[in-house]
């Protein structure tokens, strides 16, 4: 049994899985904000306990001292397995990076362009993921990793404007957005949000002639609809990458 684990900016998601199983098809999951690790820690020394883990593999892009924090719970829970640090290679189960600097890409990123690979094999796709940052990259039919785009998730978006912006309020990002154009000032800012996010799938889409448009992260279900571009949303994208490696050794 495999622990696969994405360390993210805001939250640690977390599945159990057989190598060989179809992907997504997790025995277990879970996810948990940073400051939360006692349920980490719970969820994650029953699942030791329930299905045995001999291997945890990690895809951590929210720095050192969250790695840290997930080692000492981990050592707790699974004090006889070394965890492994997944890191973007210039190629990966099918996928071949170009990045100029392989290694600079995030390899949340990485791990999510494998599983859009996987996903729609033999299609130029593009692959977002809509987190505490949204990332668009492009993947040719053939595999290739060509890079992306990096922009402020939604949260951020509303955020920055109402901390920088004197007279314009906090929104919620999950708003009901009216049709045509807002007559207030918390659909505009929803509004304008979301068209940039949008937006920016759809630049993408059309600059790589993407016959396949994967989304996934916690904003997908709000940006999607704003999509006139087909689109599949796909849960934990980044673990389905991680999973997806696993399979190809």
């Known amino acids: 049994m495999i622990l696969l684990i994405d360390a993210g900016n805001t939250r640690v998601k977390w599945a159990l899985v057989q190598a060989n199983d179809t992907l997504g098809a997790?025995?277990?999951?879970?996810?948990?904000?940073?400051?939360?690790?006692?349920?980490?820690?719970?969820?994650w020394c029953e699942a030791a306990t329930s299905h045995g883990v001999s291997r945890i593999l990690i895809?951590?892009?929210?720095?050192?001292?969250?790695?840290?924090?997930?080692?000492?719970?981990?050592?707790?829970?699974?004090?006889?397995?070394?965890?492994?640090?997944?890191?973007?290679?210039?190629?990966?189960a099918g996928l071949t990076n170009g990045y100029r600097n392989?290694?600079?890409?995030?390899?949340?990123r990485f791990a999510a362009a494998?599983?859009?690979?996987?996903?729609?094999?033999?299609?130029?796709?593009?692959?977002?993921?809509?987190?505490?940052?949204?990332?668009?990259?492009?993947?040719?039919?053939?595999?290739?990793?060509?890079?992306?785009?990096?922009?402020?998730?939604?949260?951020?978006?509303?955020?920055?404007?109402?901390?920088?912006?004197?007279?314009?309020?906090?929104?919620?990002?999950?708003?009901?957005?009216?049709?045509?154009?807002?007559?207030?000032?918390?659909?505009?800012?929803?509004?304008?949000?979301?068209a940039a996010q949008s937006g920016a799938i759809e630049h993408a889409c059309a600059a790589h002639k993407a016959e396949a448009c994967i989304i996934s992260g916690g904003a997908a279900p709000f940006i999607a609809p704003m999509l006139k571009v087909p689109y599949r949303i796909v849960e934990n994208i980044v673990l389905i990458g991680l999973h997806a490696a696993v399979r190809t050794e």
């Open 26 to 43: 997790w025995i277990a999951h879970g996810a948990a904000t940073h400051a939360d690790t006692p349920q980490l820690e719970l969820s």
């Open 59 to 92: 895809a951590n892009v929210a720095g050192n001292a969250l790695r840290v924090q997930l080692e000492y719970v981990l050592q707790r829970c699974l004090p006889d397995i070394q965890p492994e640090w997944f890191a973007s290679l210039p190629a990966l």
């Open 114 to 194: 494998i599983a859009g690979h996987t996903l729609a094999p033999g299609l130029p796709v593009v692959v977002v993921n809509c987190g505490t940052a949204t990332t668009i990259d492009a993947v040719t039919a053939d595999g290739v990793f060509l890079g992306g785009m990096i922009l402020p998730g939604l949260g951020l978006m509303a955020s920055s404007l109402a901390r920088n912006t004197a007279q314009l309020p906090q929104i919620a990002q999950d708003g009901k957005l009216p049709d045509g154009f807002a007559d207030n000032t918390d659909d505009a800012i929803l509004s304008g949000i979301l």
């Open 102 to 108: 392989p290694a600079q890409l995030g390899c949340d």
